[in-house]
């Protein structure tokens, strides 16, 4: 469990490192409401981003983004519903998912946007 929870964190780092590197503000991390958790809300160009970030080190169970279940969809917008509420958010709202299959000490990334339409 040790490994799949470092293996989550890096995952995590290396999303935020390559959203940033695209020119998104970081708001928060690892944000919850209830038993939901946002693994990173950004923001780029009056568009919030809320993004869910799966990390494999192998395809062998699937790929990454494929783990990301209909149940899940549903927390992440609840989640969102409280923020945009709390924050009085006024303009458009993206969910992403980024994908991360770690391979050699590396992370390959893919990055869905808009992954719930």
Not at 50 to 76: C, D, I, N, W
Not at 96 to 105: A, E, F
Request: proline share 3%; charged share 25%.
């Amino acid at each position: 469990m040790a490994h799949n929870t470092n293996l989550g964190k890096l995952g995590e780092q290396a999303a935020e490192a390559h959203l940033t590197a695209l020119g998104y503000q970081v708001i928060e991390r690892n944000y919850r409401y209830k038993r939901a958790e946002v693994d990173l809300i950004l923001v780029k160009e009056k568009t919030l981003v809320l993004v869910e970030v799966k990390t494999r080190s192998t395809h062998q169970y699937g790929f990454p983004e494929e783990a990301v279940s209909s149940r899940k969809e549903a927390m992440l917008q609840l989640a969102a519903d409280y923020y945009i509420e709390q924050h009085q958010w006024p303009h458009d709202v993206r969910f992403d998912v980024v994908s991360i299959l770690w391979k050699q000490g590396r992370p390959e990334i893919l990055h869905i946007e808009d992954a719930f339409h």
